[in-house]
């Protein structure tokens, strides 16, 4: 048996009412297979190599179901069921998607995002000390290169750390003010869980 990651695009039932988040148990009607697994919800952007990870799969946007499997070739069409509890201890399958498989590519990068978030400490004009975000000098400097951003909508950079606990220098396009929230976005490649692990 072959097994290799599957990614199959999907897309809501119009009829389903249920929640489906990432990493829940999913049966997949494929072809002549029938697939219990867990898959990840991506986001396409385009004819991207990239995908953007999501806890929730919601309606009317197409996703791109990620899971260890065995082989199939495209084009196979794909139904999703949901196990729901109708009454204590009886359950029934629900159909929540269907889609089709697409090409088995391991260059497929899903990155989830995740935000770090500091606050301005001393503000001069378009210049602020910031804390919180970091706790250590060494984290500043690694982090130097990444783009700043605030929740009131500017762009800023770090430019230098401030003693040995996690203050840095930043420099924004526009002047900042006390109650902005700075933010940096991080991201990482994730994978889908594999099936057989105990």
């Not at 060494?138 to 605030?150: A, S």
């Not at 940096?184 to 889908?192: A, E, G, I």
């Amino acid at each position: 048996m072959c097994i290799r990651d599957r990614h199959v695009r999907v897309e809501r039932h119009f009829d389903s009412t249920s929640e489906v988040l990432s990493e829940d148990p999913v049966e997949m009607h494929m072809g002549f297979r029938i697939i219990k697994c867990n898959p990840m919800y991506s986001r396409i952007f385009g004819g991207c190599q990239k995908l953007k990870y999501e806890k929730k799969w919601l309606p009317n946007i197409n996703y791109m179901a990620s899971f260890y499997g065995n082989v199939i070739y495209p084009p196979c069409p794909v139904l999703v069921f949901k196990e729901k509890e109708v009454t204590p201890g009886i359950f029934s399958k629900e159909l929540v998607g269907a889609g089709d498989v697409t090409r088995s590519d391991p260059l497929k990068v899903i990155l989830q995002r995740i935000i770090l978030t500091g606050y301005p400490f001393k503000i001069s004009k378009r210049k602020a000390v910031a804390r919180m975000m970091f706790f250590n000098q060494y984290d500043v400097k690694y982090f130097m290169p990444v783009e700043l951003w605030t929740k009131k909508g500017l762009r800023g950079h770090i430019v230098d750390s401030i003693g040995t606990h996690g203050y840095m220098k930043c420099t924004f396009n526009n002047p900042i003010k006390q109650n902005d929230t700075l933010c940096m976005n991080l991201y990482k490649r994730v994978f889908p869980k594999w099936p057989f692990a105990q």
